[in-house]
């Protein structure tokens, strides 16, 4: 009588990667998603109490809070690497976008979803605005990071609340004055930005306030579930 055959389980390369690569993974696919698709959606405007902003503000805050948990758990040096890869997502993503809208559509409008003007319109996009929007994410993500990890050094890891919540208050503020500055600079006068910008800030206000309980959820999931602690403050000397 001949003995059962046993199968050696051949292990995957997938299966050697470690639940924190995976997480960041995760994260990163998430960070980039929001980024690429507020800069696509950021065209249309929502009434708010404060007055007309952006859509694009239910997209780019999560970002804020996705870099602060990468700045957690990963570093510096994590977050910086999400920056430029957000980053080149970004390039990207414009470069394909001004490629496609230039292709001609077929001669009969009835063989395309999109007519070449409503494209342009919505994908099209404008090389200043692109500058401006890529000018402010770079400028505001590295003071976020800095900012996050001199508030994590100096409590010395406690009061996630504060290096978070405020690491984004203040990458904000330059965030919204760079692209509101750069991208308006010589098509309105300096009282209309400044308005507008106080009105976009005082959105992203309360927008990251609220969303600080939403990191201390991911937070705690983190830890209590893919047992993965954050990585220690830096040691300022």
């Given at each position: 009588?001949?003995?059962?055959?046993v199968?050696?389980?051949?292990?995957s390369?997938f299966?050697?990667?470690?639940?924190?690569?995976?997480?960041?993974?995760c994260?990163?696919v998430?960070?980039?998603?929001?980024?690429l698709l507020g800069d696509?959606?950021?065209g249309?405007?929502?009434?708010?109490p404060?007055?007309?902003i952006?859509?694009?503000?239910?997209?780019f805050?999560v970002?804020?809070?996705?870099t602060?948990v990468?700045?957690d758990?990963y570093?510096?040096?994590g977050?910086?690497?999400?920056?430029f890869?957000?980053?080149?997502?970004?390039?990207?993503?414009?470069?394909?976008?001004?490629?496609?809208?230039?292709?001609p559509?077929?001669?009969?409008?009835?063989?395309t979803?999109f007519?070449?003007?409503?494209?342009?319109?919505?994908?099209g996009g404008?090389?200043?605005l692109?500058?401006?929007s890529?000018?402010?994410?770079?400028?505001?993500?590295f003071l976020?990071?800095?900012?996050?990890?001199?508030w994590?050094?100096l409590?010395?890891?406690?009061?996630?609340?504060?290096r978070?919540?405020g690491?984004?208050?203040?990458?904000q503020?330059?965030?919204?004055?760079?692209?509101?500055?750069?991208?308006?600079?010589?098509?309105?006068?300096?009282?209309?930005?400044?308005r507008?910008?106080?009105?976009?800030?005082g959105?992203?206000l309360?927008?990251?306030?609220?969303?600080?309980p939403?990191i201390?959820?991911?937070?705690?999931?983190?830890?209590?579930?893919?047992?993965?602690?954050?990585e220690?403050?830096?040691?300022?000397?």
């Amino acid at each position: 009588m001949s003995e059962p055959v046993v199968r050696e389980e051949v292990s995957s390369p997938f299966d050697r990667v470690s639940p924190s690569a995976k997480l960041f993974v995760c994260l990163s696919v998430a960070f980039i998603a929001c980024l690429l698709l507020g800069d696509v959606i950021g065209g249309k405007n929502i009434g708010t109490p404060l007055g007309p902003i952006s859509v694009g503000i239910v997209a780019f805050p999560v970002t804020f809070l996705l870099t602060d948990v990468v700045n957690d758990f990963y570093g510096r040096r994590g977050a910086r690497f999400l920056t430029f890869l957000g980053f080149g997502a970004a390039v990207g993503a414009w470069v394909l976008l001004q490629i496609t809208t230039a292709i001609p559509p077929p001669p009969d409008p009835n063989d395309t979803y999109f007519t070449q003007a409503e494209f342009i319109k919505i994908f099209g996009g404008s090389a200043r605005l692109f500058v401006a929007s890529i000018i402010a994410y770079l400028i505001g993500q590295f003071l976020d990071i800095y900012v996050f990890q001199f508030w994590k050094a100096l409590t010395q890891s406690r009061h996630l609340w504060l290096r978070a919540t405020g690491s984004t208050l203040l990458s904000q503020i330059v965030d919204t004055v760079a692209v509101n500055g750069i991208f308006w600079f010589g098509k309105q006068d300096a009282a209309w930005i400044a308005r507008k910008g106080l009105r976009e800030y005082g959105i992203k206000l309360v927008v990251a306030i609220c969303l600080t309980p939403v990191i201390y959820a991911l937070h705690g999931a983190i830890v209590r579930w893919m047992k993965l602690e954050p990585e220690k403050h830096e040691t300022r000397t």
